[in-house]
């Protein structure tokens, strides 16, 4: 997102996220992976971050809340193999 927060929990499965941060002119890459199994959590995306997340089981569900109404034109999308050149 360009503007808002998003606010994600893993209510079933296991989803693994993977994030690329570069707003302080400096790249930071990194991965975690969520389930209520073992890692149930809240995780906050601040806006202007790259997020991608796989199921990582046959079923996965999860949750975004978002601090605004949704708004299509807030957000810009590029192809997941745009992942690949940074993981």
Same mark, same amino acid.
């Given at each position: 997102?360009?503007?808002v927060n998003s606010n994600?929990?893993?209510?079933?499965?296991?989803?693994?996220?993977?994030?690329?941060?570069?707003?302080?002119? @400096?790249?930071?890459?990194?991965?975690?992976?969520?389930?209520?199994? @073992?890692?149930? @959590?809240?995780?906050?995306?601040?806006?202007?971050?790259?997020?991608?997340?796989t199921g990582l089981d046959?079923?996965?569900?999860?949750?975004?809340?978002? @601090?605004?109404?949704?708004?299509?034109?807030?957000?810009?999308?590029?192809?997941?193999?745009?992942?690949?050149?940074?993981?």
């Amino acid at each position: 997102h360009l503007s808002v927060n998003s606010n994600i929990v893993v209510i079933f499965g296991s989803v693994r996220f993977d994030f690329i941060d570069n707003r302080f002119d @400096s790249l930071i890459v990194d991965t975690i992976t969520l389930s209520p199994q @073992s890692d149930y @959590s809240r995780i906050c995306i601040p806006p202007l971050v790259w997020v991608k997340f796989t199921g990582l089981d046959s079923h996965n569900i999860l949750v975004n809340c978002i @601090s605004e109404l949704h708004d299509p034109k807030e957000q810009e999308n590029v192809a997941l193999d745009f992942f690949d050149h940074f993981l």
